[in-house]
């Protein structure tokens, strides 16, 4: 890349720090949409096999809720995507764009488990609904209700639901 300052008129060369800095701004800017980086959390339920913990990832604005884990090619066991819904509501979903087959998992708004939607069909439009209230829906790879026992009725601690 080459930085010259001026035009028309031939220059000194910019110095080398001065390009640099102007190309990585120029990156960053590209970039951000897509750096914006989703919170985190430990979520966990309390099964009859015991305590099952998961890292999720927070999809708590309308954009987020909407892209949810869209495109993606993999999602590793023990990971997930929470949504929050708050207030309580009928919830539906759908697999649209989502390459992988997920467990919906809806939960109450004491966090409670009220239902759950295994081994999801990927690309599918179908409309998953919550069957009843429910504050917030976990999504996991397919199979993790059946690998871990996870029923409804199962406990969710989270900060979502009741402060827990």
């Known amino acids: ?6 035009v028309g008129r031939r220059r000194a060369p910019a110095r080398p720090w001065i390009c640099f800095g ?3 701004a ?5 970039a951000a949409p897509a750096a914006r980086a989703a919170t985190v959390q430990p979520l966990e339920i309390v099964t009859k096999n015991g305590v099952q913990v998961f890292s999720v990832e927070m999809a708590t604005t ?12 993999e999602l590793a066991d023990g990971k997930g995507m929470l949504f929050d819904f708050s207030p309580e509501q009928e919830v539906s979903m ?4 989502t390459y ?4 919906m998992i809806f939960i109450r708004a004491d966090g409670r488990i009220l239902r759950i939607a295994e081994n999801t069909e990927p690309m599918s439009t179908r409309i998953i609904p919550s069957g009843g209230l ?7 790879i ?6 871990y026992g996870i029923e409804p009725g199962d406990r969710v601690g989270h900060p979502l639901f009741n402060g827990k």
């Open 142 to 147: 397919a199979g993790t209700a059946k690998k």
């Open 100 to 103: 992988i087959s997920l467990d």
């Open 62 to 73: 309308e954009e987020e809720k909407e892209k949810g884990l869209m495109f993606r090619k």
């Open 26 to 30: 120029l990156i960053l800017a590209a």
């Open 94 to 97: 759908w697999m649209k764009n």
């Open 1 to 6: 890349m080459k930085c010259d300052r001026g």
């Open 22 to 24: 102007i190309f990585l």
């Open 134 to 140: 429910a504050k917030g829906v976990l999504e996991v």
